[in-house]
């Protein structure tokens, strides 16, 4: 058999990568049109020829969510896009916005067998694909929903994990109430991620599923503030709480001027774009950034989209970061597309000061060079200042994005629910259960800011333990035997 | 003419027969003092201000009405007509909002707040948009005294917005009969006049109709010549004094008015007429409209290229090179260029020239206020036409279906933009230098003064471009002098039907095709088409406002179903709403709460577009978006004496804080502040629950002259021992109560509102720095130590869009839905 296959199947491995139509750089960086225009079906159907269908798949281990990548896959071979589109489903709720944001090249497609040969087959694509053709040709019949169970759970946070957990949990048969802070359903896909790199009608097809799914959802809802948690549990009857509130509390920079007008935290800038619609001033009444030079600081994938969408509200646009190239946080592709795009790059660079006029607007930031020195707890070698070689950059606007941290209101209105130092919940890492009974917590809230992917991987832990735990089953078992129960 | 000879305060001068004494005085260099007078307007006499004493003569005559005459003694500056002046000043000032004038904190608070507030109604100086050019405002300060005892008599008149492009606010009125008089020397019979008598005069259109069917051409003559912020340009009136005006031509209809076009900020903020004259009298589309064209929001800024179908924006480079290769694939093949004659003369010259020399093609010229010729349009169906190039909005669907290749050179977006191959933005009106020929022929120069949005063009140098892109050495021209010289025989413009500046029903209705009424909203009052705009966002839910009113003006109270804000609300605390789905998300002060009830009342002070949505609702209606309750609510001491100062929407938000102090046994001082007696409220509310309530105005209508540190100031001073102050309201009261308070050794806190975005600490817009650290007033505040505030910081940082707030400002006629929510509840302004 497995001979057979190989005198069969090794002509698809020539294929090369199916590129994906893109944009001109310098003709996207104007608007928020997404940047790729993704697979037309039959580049979608010869991009799955080229996966070998492996028996023992490494790239299942390599997604968060283990998605059966090579079902899904073999379902677009055969031109069954809507059965590829369901086996996503039954691992992943935001296949549209996975396959669009995740960071493929350090997860499935890094282990891909294929890869090692050749290019890896482009599982991201693909998984876009299938789910941008079923939304697009009138989306996924209604899934099964199991017996109603009687339960009530509730959901803080419609982000990522708040929208998987939901999803899982409302297909289980559970009544699922969610309360989301903001105006709209989505959370960082809606107030982070750029238009043109998540187009906001997925988000949007993705949240209504759930309502199908029987979720009901409340925006203007802070829990912490309109309702605590502990009314949640008490009062308001629910058998078990989830908190996927991410990371939304932004860190700037602690040197001096960091208040002068001009400078604002990536959640800030990009929140009036996307969220708020800047882009669309008057129309929308949020008043836009307006600038001839922006500077992001930070080399994550947030200061990615910051400075590519300070070129698209037509400023200059420049990215500092502290460390060198190989070491920034963000996906190759963001930075490159960045690069593309006309974003500079001034790297081993760290702001030192903001220098401001006398009406407090910012005139421009006065930086230092650094070198690679030591590495640091993180195994990255650490950024220090060379002496002296301070130098100003004229700009009007500096977008700090050097990293969230949890938003403390439901840690200040639930005092045991144990925090870490950084602010982030403490959950176990098998159950995502937290030190509060019956509530339970996953995403950037307990990983601090990571990826979405990542969150959606802890969230599946953790719908599975609340069905669990409001089932009355036994939450886990570890390799002694133990248990570990919520109310234990 | 004889000339006669007078003497004034001692000087012998000479006036011609004929002339007032004022007009001598004047041309001999001795000022007397008015408000009514005008120098292009006839005499009234109205303000009384210009009195002279004349040897011979009883009593104290105007000298604008007195005709000057042979041997006359007139002495201007005695002593009687200085008292006499500043008692009329004092009456003329009593029935104008002039708390700001007699206000002791003024210079600190214009230092602090040097441009006046965006408000509803103006309630004082502050609060006016035509502060820095008040006449009234200049001759009271200018007065040796500036003292006013007459109590106010403010007439509460409701702004009016209902007719397009102004604004009237009749509380700012003196009635000096300016804007009637200038109407009647420009318009023959004018439209407007003072309505009623006495008390209740008002300048108004017949039977107070609308000034759109009173006759009213909107010149806009009344509004300029105005002394008082009464008459205002909706437009432009927060934008604050032009930097630069000059002299300019109208080139939108091919009557070529001329105009004044004024500056602010690198934008054509306004437009006025050249004089006071019939003859430079100008049509509401040239007074108007003109400017709100130039500034539409949605002006083309960027070149634009057809990519897989989508329309891309990219540089100049890439688009003349992709225009270029693609008109010259199409030479000489039934190229047809749709030219635009609102244009310059030098624009249409180079178009022609391209596309009959340059592209071997025909052109059709569109006349001002025109569509697309017949003849033109079935050569277009027949197939006669294999690309178009179009300076404006003239194509419909089914036309358009049946180009093959469409470029656009234009200003504005339309469906033309939407299907071309390729969008070059241009620039228009005022960003153009050249020349224009008028309907009568008269060759008028055009000079360029700002420049054009974006990345937007001269029209001739992109066609010089794409020609020399294409080969062509035809269009080579180094400057526009250069294209003036080339023309030689260009004909006037077709003339226009009608006379816009006499009817309305005459005005041009479109600009390059495109509506006018798209740009300027207000002609759609007038009756001028405009594109349908897809309707706002529905609002699924939200929550419904069971009760409102206007408690004084511009402060409404709002009563809103949210059960769960009422259930968790405390003290201190506030919520963010959205009126519409695309609203900001603005900070609003809770005033009271009723858990039971599951509602939430607040307090709302109109001053920009997000307050003035929330002053527009009505009862019955729905917010979109309320999210609260937000921020920490106040820390209290166990017990002691408490002083609270509130002013402004301040006085609603320390409300439930001397409430829930009163609970708790403390004993509580409640200071209020208010501009004058008529905009204080919540006074009854206040002595019935606490120990004590003070209050100052700065007028001195009512309790103490001053504000809130005069009062705090005087509660100490009389030696009650005080354990905390807390005060809230806006920023320079707070700030002063700060400064005031801090060498008492008695703590503050103070409520700070900077701008937020999201208010749950996740955007950091809100930061503020207290003491050593920066705060986010979001999710640590809103309340901090006053003595420890940044206030030069927030100050400025809520200045930070000040510019952008403006140009949100609506433009619609109409919608002040305040008014009929009085009616019905006047009743409870007093009760509450």
Redesign the interface.
Same mark, same amino acid.
């Given at each position: 058999m497995e001979d057979n296959k190989k005198k069969t199947k090794p002509k698809k491995v020539r294929v090369p990568r199916q590129p994906m139509?893109e944009? &001109?750089p !310098? *003709? *996207?960086? @104007? &608007?928020f049109?997404e940047v790729p #225009?993704g697979y037309p079906a039959d580049t979608a159907v010869v991009e799955a020829n080229r996966c070998l269908q492996c028996k023992k798949p490494l790239c299942v281990a390599g997604c968060p969510v283990n998605i059966d990548i090579p079902a899904f896959i073999k379902f677009i071979s055969d031109r069954d896009f809507t059965s590829a589109a369901a086996k996503l489903l039954e691992q992943t709720a935001l296949p549209a916005v996975c396959g669009r944001v995740c960071p493929q090249e350090s997860q499935c497609e890094e282990v891909c067998i294929v890869g090692k040969k050749a290019e890896p087959v482009a599982i991201g694509r693909l998984e876009r694909f299938a789910a941008d053709f079923v939304r697009e040709n009138g989306g996924l019949p209604k899934p099964e929903i199991a017996e109603p169970t009687g339960k009530k759970i509730a959901v803080i946070g419609a982000g990522p994990a708040g929208i998987t957990v939901a999803g899982d949990l409302a297909r289980w048969g559970h009544k699922v109430i969610m309360y989301e802070? !903001?105006?709209l359903t989505g959370g960082v896909l809606v #107030?982070g991620i750029p238009q043109f790199r998540l187009p906001k009608e997925i988000v949007k097809f993705e949240v209504d599923a759930l309502t199908k799914l029987g979720v009901e959802i409340h925006?203007? #809802?802070?829990i912490g @503030?309109?309702?605590?948690v502990d009314d949640l549990l008490n009062k308001l009857g629910f058998d078990a709480v989830f908190i996927g509130t991410g990371a939304? !509390?932004?860190m700037?920079m602690n040197i001096p001027g960091?208040?002068a007008?001009g400078v604002?935290?990536a959640?800030?800038f990009l929140? /009036?774009i996307n969220l708020? @619609?800047a882009y669309d001033?008057?129309?929308?009444?949020?008043?836009?950034i /307006?600038a001839k030079h922006v500077i992001t600081v930070g080399g994550g994938n947030v200061a990615m989209d910051s400075a590519r969408c300070a070129l698209r509200m037509?400023s200059k646009s420049t990215v500092v970061y502290r460390r060198a190239r190989e070491q920034m946080p963000a996906r190759d592709e963001e930075i490159h597309h960045a690069e593309q795009e006309g974003v500079d790059f001034r790297l081993l660079t760290n702001p030192t000061k903001v220098v401001v006029d006398d009406?407090? /607007?910012m005139l421009g930031l006065e930086v230092i060079k650094m070198e690679l020195g030591e590495p640091d707890d993180s195994g990255r070698r650490r950024p220090v200042p060379v002496e002296g070689s301070e130098y100003f950059i004229e700009a009007d606007v500096v977008v700090v994005s050097i990293g969230n941290s949890p938003?403390? !209101?439901i840690p200040q209105t639930s005092p045991d629910l144990e925090t870490t130092r950084w602010g982030t919940l403490v959950a176990d890492e098998k159950t995502m259960l937290t030190s509060k009974p019956g509530v339970f917590a996953a995403g950037d809230v307990v990983s601090g800011a990571a990826t979405v992917i990542s969150a959606m991987g802890q969230a599946k832990i953790a719908a599975e333990h609340i069905h669990k735990h409001v089932m009355g089953q036994p939450l886990t078992t570890d390799s002694d035997g133990e248990e570990s129960d919520a109310d234990s | 003419m004889d000339m006669i000879t007078l003497t004034i305060d001692g000087k012998q001068v000479q006036i011609e027969e004929g002339g007032t004494v004022l007009d001598a005085a004047r041309r001999n260099g001795i000022e007397i003092p008015t408000l009514c007078a005008h120098e292009d307007l006839p005499d009234f006499g109205a303000c009384r201000m210009c009195i002279v004493e004349i040897k011979g003569m009883r009593g104290y005559p105007t000298s604008c009405t007195t005709p000057a005459a042979e041997g006359m003694e007139v002495r201007t500056e005695t002593e009687a007509l200085i008292s006499l002046r500043n008692q009329i000043l004092e009456f003329t000032a009593s029935g104008h909002p002039n708390s700001c004038l007699v206000c002791i904190h003024r210079e600190d608070c214009e230092r602090y707040r040097p441009r006046p507030s965006k408000t509803g109604q103006a309630t004082r100086c502050a609060f006016c948009s035509n502060r820095p050019d008040c006449a009234l405002r200049e001759m009271v300060l200018d007065a040796s005294s500036n003292e006013l005892n007459l109590p106010t008599l403010y007439s509460e008149y409701k702004i009016e917005r209902d007719d397009p492009f102004m604004d009237r606010d009749h509380n700012l009125c003196i009635l000096c009969g300016r804007c009637w008089r200038i109407c009647e020397k420009i318009h023959g019979t004018p439209a407007i006049s003072i309505n009623h008598r006495g008390r209740w005069a008002k300048i108004g259109s017949a039977f107070d109709q609308s000034y759109v069917d009173s006759g009213c051409t909107f010149c806009g003559a009344c509004i300029d010549i105005c002394p008082t912020g009464t008459l205002t340009d909706r437009f432009a009136r927060w934008y604050g004094l032009p930097e630069l005006s000059w002299r300019s031509t109208c080139t939108i209809c091919p009557q070529g008015c001329d105009l004044t076009p004024s500056v602010d900020g690198g934008q054509v903020t306004g437009t006025r007429m050249t004089a006071y004259d019939r003859d430079a009298r100008l049509c509401a589309v040239g007074r108007f409209a003109y400017a709100q064209v130039m500034s539409a929001t949605n002006r083309l800024r960027h070149p634009m290229v057809r990519e897989n179908d989508e329309l891309i924006p990219t540089d100049w480079e890439d688009a003349i090179k992709h225009v270029a290769g693609a008109l010259g694939d199409l030479k000489g093949d039934g190229f047809l260029a749709i030219i635009d004659e609102a244009n310059t003369r030098e624009n249409v010259f180079v178009y022609e020239a391209f596309a009959t020399g340059v592209m071997n093609g025909r052109v059709a010229r569109i006349a001002s206020n025109c569509v697309l010729d017949d003849a033109i349009a079935d050569d277009i169906r027949a197939g006669r036409v294999k690309s178009v190039l179009t300076t404006g909005d003239h194509l419909d669907d089914e036309i358009l279906s049946k180009i093959e290749h469409l470029f656009v050179m234009d200003c504005l977006p339309s469906k033309a933009t939407s299907e071309a191959e390729a969008v070059l933005p241009v620039a228009i009106l005022s960003e153009v230098a050249g020349s224009f020929r008028d309907t009568a022929g008269e060759v008028k120069k055009l000079s360029a003064a700002v420049d054009p949005p974006g990345r937007a063009r001269i029209e001739w140098e992109i066609i010089a471009e794409l020609a020399a892109a294409m080969g062509s050495d035809a269009l080579r021209y180094d400057s526009v002098d250069a294209v003036t010289k080339a023309i030689t025989d260009d004909a006037p413009p077709a003339p226009l039907a009608g006379s816009p500046r006499d009817n309305l029903k005459d005005l041009p209705s479109r600009y390059r095709g495109h509506y006018l009424a798209d740009s300027a909203a207000g002609l759609k009052a007038m009756g001028l088409p405009s594109s349908p705009k897809p309707p706002p966002k529905e609002i699924t839910g939200g929550f419904r406002i069971i009760k409102k009113y206007e408690v004084v003006p511009n402060f409404h109270m709002l009563t809103v179903e949210a059960p769960a804000i009422a259930r968790h609300a405390k003290p201190g605390q506030f919520i963010i709403v959205m009126v519409n789905e695309e609203s900001e998300r603005t900070p609003f002060t809770l005033l009271d709460w009723d858990a039971q009830a599951g509602t939430i009342t607040m307090v709302v002070e109109e001053l920009g577009r997000s307050s003035r949505e929330v002053a527009d609702l009505q009862e019955g209606g729905v917010i979109a978006h309320v999210t609260g309750p937000l921020g920490v609510p106040i820390e209290l001491p166990e017990k002691g004496t408490v002083v609270l100062g509130g002013g402004c929407y301040g006085i609603g938000a320390i409300y439930p804080v001397a409430r829930a102090l009163k609970q708790s046994g403390h004993e509580v001082i409640i200071a209020l502040e208010a501009c004058s007696a008529h905009t204080l409220y919540m006074a009854h509310e206040f002595r019935e629950l606490c120990d004590e309530v003070i209050i100052a105005t700065k007028d001195g209508s009512e309790g103490t002259k001053g504000g809130v540190q005069e009062l705090f100031t005087s509660v100490v001073e009389r030696g009650t021992k005080v354990d905390l102050f807390i005060a809230v309201g806006c920023t320079f009261m707070m700030r002063m109560v700060a400064e005031t308070t801090r060498t008492m050794g008695i703590p503050l806190q103070v409520a700070l509102n900077p701008i937020m975005v999201d208010g749950t600490g996740m955007c950091g817009a809100c930061r503020v720095s207290v003491g050593e650290d920066t705060k986010f007033a979001c999710v640590d505040g809103p309340f901090f130590d006053g003595h420890a505030v940044d206030w030069d910081e927030l100050g400025l940082r809520r200045e930070a869009y000040s510019r952008e707030e403006v140009e949100a400002m609506p433009q619609y006629a109409g919608g002040n839905g305040t008014a009929a929510a009085l009616t019905v509840t006047a009743g409870c302004a007093a009760k509450l």
């Amino acid at each position: 058999m497995e001979d057979n296959k190989k005198k069969t199947k090794p002509k698809k491995v020539r294929v090369p990568r199916q590129p994906m139509p893109e944009q &001109n750089p !310098l *003709r *996207r960086a @104007k &608007n928020f049109e997404e940047v790729p #225009y993704g697979y037309p079906a039959d580049t979608a159907v010869v991009e799955a020829n080229r996966c070998l269908q492996c028996k023992k798949p490494l790239c299942v281990a390599g997604c968060p969510v283990n998605i059966d990548i090579p079902a899904f896959i073999k379902f677009i071979s055969d031109r069954d896009f809507t059965s590829a589109a369901a086996k996503l489903l039954e691992q992943t709720a935001l296949p549209a916005v996975c396959g669009r944001v995740c960071p493929q090249e350090s997860q499935c497609e890094e282990v891909c067998i294929v890869g090692k040969k050749a290019e890896p087959v482009a599982i991201g694509r693909l998984e876009r694909f299938a789910a941008d053709f079923v939304r697009e040709n009138g989306g996924l019949p209604k899934p099964e929903i199991a017996e109603p169970t009687g339960k009530k759970i509730a959901v803080i946070g419609a982000g990522p994990a708040g929208i998987t957990v939901a999803g899982d949990l409302a297909r289980w048969g559970h009544k699922v109430i969610m309360y989301e802070a !903001l105006h709209l359903t989505g959370g960082v896909l809606v #107030y982070g991620i750029p238009q043109f790199r998540l187009p906001k009608e997925i988000v949007k097809f993705e949240v209504d599923a759930l309502t199908k799914l029987g979720v009901e959802i409340h925006t203007d #809802y802070v829990i912490g @503030k309109t309702e605590t948690v502990d009314d949640l549990l008490n009062k308001l009857g629910f058998d078990a709480v989830f908190i996927g509130t991410g990371a939304g !509390l932004p860190m700037f920079m602690n040197i001096p001027g960091e208040n002068a007008i001009g400078v604002f935290s990536a959640n800030e800038f990009l929140t /009036r774009i996307n969220l708020m @619609k800047a882009y669309d001033f008057p129309n929308y009444a949020t008043s836009p950034i /307006r600038a001839k030079h922006v500077i992001t600081v930070g080399g994550g994938n947030v200061a990615m989209d910051s400075a590519r969408c300070a070129l698209r509200m037509g400023s200059k646009s420049t990215v500092v970061y502290r460390r060198a190239r190989e070491q920034m946080p963000a996906r190759d592709e963001e930075i490159h597309h960045a690069e593309q795009e006309g974003v500079d790059f001034r790297l081993l660079t760290n702001p030192t000061k903001v220098v401001v006029d006398d009406n407090n /607007r910012m005139l421009g930031l006065e930086v230092i060079k650094m070198e690679l020195g030591e590495p640091d707890d993180s195994g990255r070698r650490r950024p220090v200042p060379v002496e002296g070689s301070e130098y100003f950059i004229e700009a009007d606007v500096v977008v700090v994005s050097i990293g969230n941290s949890p938003n403390p !209101l439901i840690p200040q209105t639930s005092p045991d629910l144990e925090t870490t130092r950084w602010g982030t919940l403490v959950a176990d890492e098998k159950t995502m259960l937290t030190s509060k009974p019956g509530v339970f917590a996953a995403g950037d809230v307990v990983s601090g800011a990571a990826t979405v992917i990542s969150a959606m991987g802890q969230a599946k832990i953790a719908a599975e333990h609340i069905h669990k735990h409001v089932m009355g089953q036994p939450l886990t078992t570890d390799s002694d035997g133990e248990e570990s129960d919520a109310d234990s | 003419m004889d000339m006669i000879t007078l003497t004034i305060d001692g000087k012998q001068v000479q006036i011609e027969e004929g002339g007032t004494v004022l007009d001598a005085a004047r041309r001999n260099g001795i000022e007397i003092p008015t408000l009514c007078a005008h120098e292009d307007l006839p005499d009234f006499g109205a303000c009384r201000m210009c009195i002279v004493e004349i040897k011979g003569m009883r009593g104290y005559p105007t000298s604008c009405t007195t005709p000057a005459a042979e041997g006359m003694e007139v002495r201007t500056e005695t002593e009687a007509l200085i008292s006499l002046r500043n008692q009329i000043l004092e009456f003329t000032a009593s029935g104008h909002p002039n708390s700001c004038l007699v206000c002791i904190h003024r210079e600190d608070c214009e230092r602090y707040r040097p441009r006046p507030s965006k408000t509803g109604q103006a309630t004082r100086c502050a609060f006016c948009s035509n502060r820095p050019d008040c006449a009234l405002r200049e001759m009271v300060l200018d007065a040796s005294s500036n003292e006013l005892n007459l109590p106010t008599l403010y007439s509460e008149y409701k702004i009016e917005r209902d007719d397009p492009f102004m604004d009237r606010d009749h509380n700012l009125c003196i009635l000096c009969g300016r804007c009637w008089r200038i109407c009647e020397k420009i318009h023959g019979t004018p439209a407007i006049s003072i309505n009623h008598r006495g008390r209740w005069a008002k300048i108004g259109s017949a039977f107070d109709q609308s000034y759109v069917d009173s006759g009213c051409t909107f010149c806009g003559a009344c509004i300029d010549i105005c002394p008082t912020g009464t008459l205002t340009d909706r437009f432009a009136r927060w934008y604050g004094l032009p930097e630069l005006s000059w002299r300019s031509t109208c080139t939108i209809c091919p009557q070529g008015c001329d105009l004044t076009p004024s500056v602010d900020g690198g934008q054509v903020t306004g437009t006025r007429m050249t004089a006071y004259d019939r003859d430079a009298r100008l049509c509401a589309v040239g007074r108007f409209a003109y400017a709100q064209v130039m500034s539409a929001t949605n002006r083309l800024r960027h070149p634009m290229v057809r990519e897989n179908d989508e329309l891309i924006p990219t540089d100049w480079e890439d688009a003349i090179k992709h225009v270029a290769g693609a008109l010259g694939d199409l030479k000489g093949d039934g190229f047809l260029a749709i030219i635009d004659e609102a244009n310059t003369r030098e624009n249409v010259f180079v178009y022609e020239a391209f596309a009959t020399g340059v592209m071997n093609g025909r052109v059709a010229r569109i006349a001002s206020n025109c569509v697309l010729d017949d003849a033109i349009a079935d050569d277009i169906r027949a197939g006669r036409v294999k690309s178009v190039l179009t300076t404006g909005d003239h194509l419909d669907d089914e036309i358009l279906s049946k180009i093959e290749h469409l470029f656009v050179m234009d200003c504005l977006p339309s469906k033309a933009t939407s299907e071309a191959e390729a969008v070059l933005p241009v620039a228009i009106l005022s960003e153009v230098a050249g020349s224009f020929r008028d309907t009568a022929g008269e060759v008028k120069k055009l000079s360029a003064a700002v420049d054009p949005p974006g990345r937007a063009r001269i029209e001739w140098e992109i066609i010089a471009e794409l020609a020399a892109a294409m080969g062509s050495d035809a269009l080579r021209y180094d400057s526009v002098d250069a294209v003036t010289k080339a023309i030689t025989d260009d004909a006037p413009p077709a003339p226009l039907a009608g006379s816009p500046r006499d009817n309305l029903k005459d005005l041009p209705s479109r600009y390059r095709g495109h509506y006018l009424a798209d740009s300027a909203a207000g002609l759609k009052a007038m009756g001028l088409p405009s594109s349908p705009k897809p309707p706002p966002k529905e609002i699924t839910g939200g929550f419904r406002i069971i009760k409102k009113y206007e408690v004084v003006p511009n402060f409404h109270m709002l009563t809103v179903e949210a059960p769960a804000i009422a259930r968790h609300a405390k003290p201190g605390q506030f919520i963010i709403v959205m009126v519409n789905e695309e609203s900001e998300r603005t900070p609003f002060t809770l005033l009271d709460w009723d858990a039971q009830a599951g509602t939430i009342t607040m307090v709302v002070e109109e001053l920009g577009r997000s307050s003035r949505e929330v002053a527009d609702l009505q009862e019955g209606g729905v917010i979109a978006h309320v999210t609260g309750p937000l921020g920490v609510p106040i820390e209290l001491p166990e017990k002691g004496t408490v002083v609270l100062g509130g002013g402004c929407y301040g006085i609603g938000a320390i409300y439930p804080v001397a409430r829930a102090l009163k609970q708790s046994g403390h004993e509580v001082i409640i200071a209020l502040e208010a501009c004058s007696a008529h905009t204080l409220y919540m006074a009854h509310e206040f002595r019935e629950l606490c120990d004590e309530v003070i209050i100052a105005t700065k007028d001195g209508s009512e309790g103490t002259k001053g504000g809130v540190q005069e009062l705090f100031t005087s509660v100490v001073e009389r030696g009650t021992k005080v354990d905390l102050f807390i005060a809230v309201g806006c920023t320079f009261m707070m700030r002063m109560v700060a400064e005031t308070t801090r060498t008492m050794g008695i703590p503050l806190q103070v409520a700070l509102n900077p701008i937020m975005v999201d208010g749950t600490g996740m955007c950091g817009a809100c930061r503020v720095s207290v003491g050593e650290d920066t705060k986010f007033a979001c999710v640590d505040g809103p309340f901090f130590d006053g003595h420890a505030v940044d206030w030069d910081e927030l100050g400025l940082r809520r200045e930070a869009y000040s510019r952008e707030e403006v140009e949100a400002m609506p433009q619609y006629a109409g919608g002040n839905g305040t008014a009929a929510a009085l009616t019905v509840t006047a009743g409870c302004a007093a009760k509450l």
